[in-house]
């Protein structure tokens, strides 16, 4: 039961992650500068 709570907790994650990433995508018309931190990879 909890490996099917950790899969659904998941996934729903990485739904409101992409859809997240799209609205960023949508509001910011030109890519922001990459920061130091995270590597200048695109996640998808």
């Given at each position: 039961?909890s490996?099917?709570?950790?899969i659904?907790i998941g996934?729903?994650?990485?739904?409101?992650?992409?859809?997240f990433?799209?609205?960023?995508?949508?509001m910011?018309?030109?890519?922001?500068?990459?920061?130091?931190?995270?590597?200048?990879?695109?996640l998808?």
């Amino acid at each position: 039961m909890s490996l099917i709570l950790i899969i659904v907790i998941g996934y729903l994650f990485l739904m409101v992650f992409v859809t997240f990433h799209e609205l960023l995508t949508l509001m910011l018309p030109e890519p922001p500068p990459p920061s130091p931190i995270s590597p200048s990879v695109p996640l998808f």
